[in-house]
């Protein structure tokens, strides 16, 4: 469910009254093609694929490529309708980030069912499938375990990182282990604690349901991302925390 982000800068953002825009930003953006993008960056191949739209699909490729042509290609299914704006407003003063984010288009069965199919085929020629993003509307929650469930009934050996939250999230976890599980999952805290269904208070708290939940599903690795305290992530052997890095200033946010 990509998009584009449209940055607003103001001074001091006052709700309810008028904000002046000192300057703008706009990005054509989405988990799954910033992760292409992340990859690219690094100097290897990725395929990016997922819905665009016919009204702006041949300019949002060329603006999530930019100089990384050689290193991503795209293999969408193209939606009738636009891509989605999320407008992101940040106060200078406060350094906090308000959002205002669109659904989306609604997406029928037909489409569905494509992104299905191809995802499939090309986790046969990969050795990672990373499922990232929300949904649009007309996607049922359970999409993301339709996608899983196909990718190992083909016998693909790809191994699949699943980075989604809320309903598509819970869904893979409450669906029949013989589906397919991912072999990689990165939720944050709060996901962490809604798949627990515990309030996690330390890192020794988050390491041990990790390890239950490792066993449990047979995950192979869990990453737990701790937003300003850090991130936490075991194999089930070893566990490591990393503790935040100081002096950054966080300027944007994916959803």
Known sequence: NPCIDRTLFVSSFQVGETNRVSNTRHVYAGKGFNVSKGIANLGHQTTATGFLYSEDSEKAIREITGNQNENIHFDCIICPGSLRVNI???????????????????????????????????????????????????CSNDVYCQIIHSVRKSGSKCS?????????????????????MPDIIKPNKDEFETL????????????????????????KII??????DG?????????????????????GTVS
């Not at 699949?160 to 397919?180: A, H, M, R, T, Y």
């Not at 208070?201 to 047979?218: D, G, H, T, V």
């Open 88 to 138: 992101k407003i940040f106060d200078q003063q406060t350094r906090k980030v308000t959002e205002l984010n669109e659904p989306g288009v609604e997406t029928s069965k037909n489409y569905v069912d494509q992104i299905i199919k191809k995802v499939t085929e090309l986790s046969k020629q990969s050795k990672f499938l990373i499922l990232s993003g929300s949904i649009p509307p007309g």
């Open 223 to 228: 990453c737990v991302s701790l937003g300003g």
């Open 196 to 219: 627990t269904n515990k309030k996690l208070n330390s890192i020794e708290e988050i390491k041990n349901e990790a390890l239950k939940m490792i066993k449990k599903f047979n995950i």
């Open 231 to 251: 991130a936490f992530i075991t194999n089930g052997d070893i566990s490591l925390f990393a503790p935040p890095v100081e002096n950054i200033v966080v300027k």
């Open 160 to 180: 699949i990182l699943l980075d989604v939250n809320g309903k598509p999230l819970l869904s893979v976890f409450n669906s029949s282990q013989e589906l397919g």
